[in-house]
C-alpha cells in the first residue's frame, strides 16, 4: 500500500488539486491519501466554500484532509471558520506535517 501526503497552497488551484486527488484516489483505491491546505488554498475549507462538497466527496472516499492553524492564525481565522461538519482535520503546521509523513516513509506530492 502507498502512503501519500499532498500539499496545496494555492486558492486559484483548488479545482485542479481535487480533481488531481480525486484522481490519485480513483487510480489506487488503497492508497492512504493525507491532504494539508495552507496559504489561500485553506479557504477551500472555510465554511460557505464552493469546494466543501469537492472535500466531503473526497473525504468519504477516505482521504484524510486537513486546515493548517498557523494559516488560520496569519490569516486571522479560527478553526471555528471551517466547515467541520464536513470532517475536516486540523494539523499545527503544513510544513511541520509534510516533514513528519516523509519520516515515516510518505510520498510527497506538490499540488
Not at 8 to 13: I, L, T
Not at 58 to 72: E, M
Amino acid at each position: 500500500m502507498y502512503n501519500v501526503i499532498v500539499c496545496g497552497n494555492d486558492y486559484s488551484m483548488a479545482k485542479t488539486v481535487f480533481k488531481q486527488i480525486q484522481n490519485l484516489k480513483n487510480s489506487m483505491p488503497d492508497a492512504n491519501i493525507e491532504v494539508v491546505l495552507n496559504r489561500s488554498a485553506v479557504k477551500t475549507l472555510l465554511k460557505g466554500s464552493e469546494y466543501i462538497s469537492n472535500v466531503k466527496e473526497l473525504i468519504d472516499s477516505g482521504v484524510k484532509i486537513n486546515a493548517c492553524r498557523n494559516t488560520l492564525k496569519e490569516m486571522k481565522l479560527t478553526e471555528d471558520d471551517i466547515e467541520k461538519n464536513a470532517g475536516i482535520g486540523m494539523v499545527n503546521a503544513a510544513v511541520e506535517e509534510i516533514v513528519k509523513k516523509q519520516a515515516e516513509g510518505y510520498y510527497y506530492l506538490q499540488l
